[in-house]
Nanobody
Framework: QVQLVESGGGLVQAGGSLRLSCAAS????????MGWFRQAPGKEREFVAG????????QLADSVKGRFTISRDNAKNTVYLQMNSLKPEDTAVYYC????????????????????WGQGTQVTVSS
């Protein structure tokens, strides 16, 4: 099982940018699809972005398309979430997660598909 540690969260004004990082330990990172999720107070955890193990395919939630970008560096065992044009409604705890399967061609969005989770990093966007 891969261990995940997020960083890069913080407080930013609306319209600003943040880059989240998720460092993974374990030899399976490069064969695992990765996802970013977020959970706002009083709301369910939701899918934000996903990237295939090879890095050649990504998906974004409709609410962040055109503003967020997901990428990965398998040599560094790290996945990133670049967040631009941030809005107050982006305020949440952001989690990275590793899919349970290996070398999968399909990006999944359901929480049950992910077997490893980081501790989360807080992102607060002020208006």
């Amino acid at each position: 099982q891969v261990q995940l540690v997020e960083s890069g969260g913080g407080l930013v004004q609306a319209g600003g940018s943040l880059r989240l990082s998720c460092a993974a330990s374990g030899r399976t990172f490069s064969s695992t699809n990765m996802g970013w999720f977020r959970q706002a107070p009083g709301k369910e955890r939701e899918f934000v972005a996903g990237i295939r193990w090879s890095g050649d395919y990504t998906q974004l939630a409709d609410s962040v398309k055109g503003r967020f970008t997901i990428s990965r560096d398998n040599a560094k065992n790290t996945v990133y979430l670049q967040m631009n044009s941030l809005k107050p409604e982006d305020t949440a705890v952001y989690y990275c997660a590793a899919d349970r399967s290996f070398y999968s061609a399909y990006l999944r969005r359901d929480l049950s598909a992910f077997g490893s989770w980081g501790q989360g990093t807080q992102v607060t966007v002020s208006s």
